[in-house]
């Protein structure tokens, strides 16, 4: 069992890295403002690849914005 310790470290490490760059770069380039929803076919650098928007993302990234 891990301690306590090491369990709160990585779980700041993960909320850092989602408030820091995870949900930024989903905020900042998968977004559709003229037709709603999300894009998620998408490059590193955030550059779309397709216009498909699959139904399982957005399921996923209202769930996780709601949180």
Known sequence: MPEAATVERWRR???DDL???VVPFWMEHSLDPEHGGYFNCLDRDGARFDDKKHVWLQ???VWMLSK
């Open 59 to 61: 399921g996923r990234q």
């Open 13 to 15: 490490r993960i909320a």
């Open 19 to 21: 408030r820091g760059s």
